[in-house]
């Protein structure tokens, strides 16, 4: 599903003296990536504007290494600030979330409350109604490439170099899966060509991004492995971790990215599922993955409070993580 209205964005734009990139919660790679890619672009093309990236929290280490990271203000450290900035802004753009519910309780609070005109530029299924700006499609894997197509269409690809492809390269690539996803498109390798040609080192990119293992991580990775489990006569694997393994591995945020992939990779599973304790939040957070025709968007809606894509979604629950694993095995054997 495509939803396109940005008559009037460009000349928001050129007349906004203040704008605010925002994205949600605990933001991945095509969060940090098109947000930072669209915050280097209008910088390039309106240096005497106020343009602030405004994040709710901290992401990964592995994406540290992104130019201009350095200039991001998180919300959770900065709450007075970043509420300043947001209620002084005249234009503010939201990134790979539809809803202001993603960027958690505080900052939603705040957005909700402003009376600003909002852009929204997303790729998630069911947008909230707040933007007047709206670039929503379904069907693109990433936020970042939908970035690249709004620079396109606002003529502003002439101002695109080095840095900024490295943002939408990295968001494409990790929301992609490494190009492996279903949702990657001819268009989406003509994106990434011209990104390239850019000046763009895609080994470089890869290797930040994928290749800066901890001992703690890998160790982590072999408990994980250890507690992977498999419902061979309904296709589905899911793993656990339990906060007391995450502390012994000292765990970082990002440290679990990709694990539930590795369900997925076994032969004949169709379904995997990751369950990963948080003592902190007292949730369990949950990650979904899937091929083919298995939603697991429809199946983190409907049973765990969550959503994303039809082979990527997200969720959570307020059992304990034993609760929460016998809630989806009664689930899979009964229902799915």
């Known amino acids: 599903m495509k939803k396109f209205k940005f008559d009037g964005l460009k000349q928001a734009i050129s007349t906004a003296k203040n704008m605010s990139i925002v994205s949600h919660r605990n933001p991945d790679g095509d969060a940090v990536g098109s947000s930072l890619a669209l915050y280097?672009?209008?910088?390039?093309?309106?240096?005497?504007?106020?343009?602030?990236?405004?994040?709710?929290?901290k992401y990964p280490a592995f994406l540290e290494w992104l130019p201009r990271q350095d200039e991001i203000l998180f919300f959770e450290q900065n709450p007075s600030t970043s509420t300043e900035i947001l209620e002084q802004s005249d234009l503010i753009f939201t990134l790979d979330f539809n809803d202001f519910s993603r960027a958690g309780h505080q900052m939603a609070e705040v957005l909700s409350a402003l009376s600003t005109e909002f852009v929204m530029i997303d790729h998630h299924q069911q947008p909230s109604e707040y933007a007047k700006y709206l670039y929503s499609d379904t069907s693109i894997g990433s936020t970042c490439e939908m970035i690249y197509e709004s620079f396109v269409y606002l003529g502003f690809k002439d101002s695109l170099n080095q840095q900024i492809g490295e943002c939408l390269y990295t968001g494409i690539m990790t929301d992609t899966g490494s190009f492996k996803f279903p949702s990657t498109s001819s268009r989406t390798h003509q994106i990434i060509g011209e990104l390239i040609d850019l000046g763009v080192e895609n080994s470089k990119i890869h290797q930040n991004t994928f290749d800066q293992n901890s001992l703690n991580r890998l160790h982590l990775l072999g408990v994980a492995m250890q507690n992977l489990r498999v419902i061979e006569q309904h296709q589905v694997a899911y793993i656990s971790l339990s906060q007391q393994e995450l502390d012994q591995h000292q765990f970082q945020k990002g440290d679990t990215e990709g694990f539930v992939n590795y369900g997925l990779s076994i032969k004949g599973i169709n379904f995997a599922a990751i369950f990963i304790e948080n003592k902190q939040e007292q949730i369990i957070k949950i990650s979904f993955r899937s091929v083919g025709d298995v939603d697991v968007n429809k199946f983190a809606r409907e049973h765990f409070d969550g959503g994303g894509h039809k082979n990527a979604a997200g969720g959570k629950s307020n059992l304990s993580l034993e609760e929460t694993i016998r809630k989806f095995e009664k689930i899979i054997k009964n229902d799915y």
């Open 40 to 57: 280097i672009c209008l910088k390039e093309i309106y240096p005497e504007k106020s343009i602030q990236v405004i994040l709710p929290n």
